[in-house]
């Protein structure tokens, strides 16, 4: 299929069979309607937000250089894909911080889907799409729950998933893994 | 093969606005002194785990409906960024713990996806045998306490005992009951041990009239019927704008299964229907669910000769930077040796790059979304849960519903919460 015709379109990606349209931020909602009404898209899956953070600063996940020995990051010394070890290079840099999908399909022969991805930063906010797909609206008062991305113009953008009173939003990167904060009976 | 729309059940949309899932008591009933708020849950028995729905009513009918969840959120996909590839593995079937199988294998085909592997036939016929022996798990599970829920006790029994016999036979392949750990990237944790064919034939046998005997209690019973026709009505545009998928959204008309349309494993060599309703309705629901086991049953034993004559095939990708080597090995070569320490405490690499894989679980479009940088731990897991979804047209479902229908409704959306908080 060719989306040349999306309003706002600023990438096409093909990568593992799966097309990727990154769409300007503001223009987002027009893109939506685009695709649901123009190309059949009737069907949101999913959005998933995606926090950045971090991307390729410290290496690759789960390696960590030892300050004394060498940098598992790096087998063949720093800077540039000479390692041994296959991946040992940084991956590409990404445009912002968080980048939100929306993962479409057309209910028809072939089964057709898409991903409309719009990148922001902390502080920017996303147009909701809960008047295109209603489906959306739990999908994004999960996003904001546990991610922290503000969508305007959500008709009830309240947490869902984390009690009403919860600080921070758990899914990003600089929110850590384990322990939370714990009250004292003698604390003011 | 050409999708079929049928002709919607009634005209206009019923999805509440501006909130489309929250019913909101109408505005000449707000000041009624009849209007009596109710928390259904979180702890209730009826309510399929911790979900919590607060309920407004005016006498007995449903005028204002909330849902509150999340009661069993325990972050699994945050646990996952910090597990290596295989080891969150293990994690995949604890989301919905009925459909533990096609959990698991949607994290595993995802992780395949991104490495580009090919898995060998006999695991992918045996992925197969196993998710659909997982739907007709899962499918009892969901007829037995609905049916109990709406006080069909002997359904449930019956229900159990067949639930068993899979149980059993999940045992004798993995060893667990559930959460088998059993598909694993490259293919499957171990052979199929040889005495599972013969006793999965018996239960292809057996199946069948236990799925007549459930038939016979509840499709014409007068009570049964009673309780279930005409309730809960989605009309096929309400059920795509809510992003309904599996049995709810074929109960609805909409002929669409993403085995038949956009085949994955071997389900585009064997043969099976996708049963569909037009009602909408619970009946329509409990009917997709009845005939689905019938279709489960057919492809299991297509599965099974399949696999009959693949008896010395590798189960297992010979690629040593993923898999773990043969046991027996370790004790002889040096490289295996070496591959299986870097596996078990580094694990295996996956390439930078994002994918969405979507399969058919028993409740609908189970989606797997992961990120990887090109390092051993998943950078994000995204599940998109059907249940989780699902949840969401219960107001549009409730409307103009009495109290006592409410159980009915929310059981026939067969939602498991463990995935809805995941």
Known sequence: MVFESVPGLVETKEEHGETTL???????????LHLRDVEGFRFLSDITPTDYLGWGSGGVAGYYGTRLGRDLNFPG??????????????????????????????LREEAPRV????WLDDGESVASVVPIWPTADWHEREAW???????????????????????????????????????????? | MAIVERPRIYEGTHIPSPIPTVLQVPEELRESENLLQ????????????????????NGEQVVGLRAVVGYLHTGFEKNMEAKTWWKAITYAPRIDYVAFQNNELVFVLAVEKLLGMETPEKARWMRTLLCELNRLHSHLVWLGTSALELGAISVFWYAFRERDLILDLFELVSGTRMHSRY???????????????????????????????????????EIWLERTVGLGVLSAE?????????????????????????????????????????????????????????????????????????????????????VLPPREELHTSMESLI???????EGFRVPEGDVYVAIESPRGELGCYIVSDGGPRPWRVKFRAPSFVALEATATCMRDALVADLIAIVGSLDTVMGEVDR
């Open chain 2, 238 to 322: 309400d059920a795509i704008a809510l992003g309904q998928s599996g049995p709810v959204l074929r109960a609805s008309g909409v002929d669409w299964d993403l085995r038949k349309n956009q085949p994955y494993l071997t389900y585009d060599e064997v043969d099976f229907d996708i049963p569909v309703y037009d009602e909408g309705d619970v009946y329509a629901r409990y009917r997709v669910h009845m005939d689905e086991m019938r279709q489960s049953v057919r492809i299991v034993e297509q599965c099974l000769e399949r696999l009959e004559g693949m008896q010395d095939a590798p189960w297992l990708t010979d690629d040593r930077k993923i």
């Open chain 2, 339 to 345: 591959h299986h320490f870097k596996l078990v405490t």
């Open chain 2, 38 to 57: 109710v928390n259904f849950g979180p702890n209730h028995p009826s309510t399929h785990g911790v979900l919590r729905l607060v309920v407004d009513l």
């Open chain 1, 22 to 32: 990154v769409v300007d931020l503001a223009r987002l909602t027009e893109a939506c």
């Open chain 1, 77 to 106: 010394g720093t800077g540039g894909a000479t390692g041994s070890q296959g991946y040992a290079r940084v991956p590409k840099p990404k445009a912002k911080r968080f980048a939100v999908n929306y993962h479409l399909l057309a």
């Open chain 1, 145 to 188: 729950d546990l991610m922290g991305i503000h969508f305007e113009g959500h008709p009830n953008l309240a947490r869902l998933i984390m009690d009403d009173d919860w600080e921070g939003h758990p899914l990003r990167k600089d929110y850590p893994l384990g322990g939370e904060p714990v009250r004292f009976s003698d604390e003011v």
């Open chain 1, 115 to 118: 991903r409309v991805q719009v």
């Open chain 2, 183 to 221: 598909f694993q990237v490259g293919g499957l944790a171990e052979d199929i041990p040889r005495g599972f064919y013969p006793e999965c034939r018996r239960f292809v046998e057996w199946m069948p009239k236990a799925i007549n005997d459930y038939e016979a209690l509840l499709t014409r019973n």
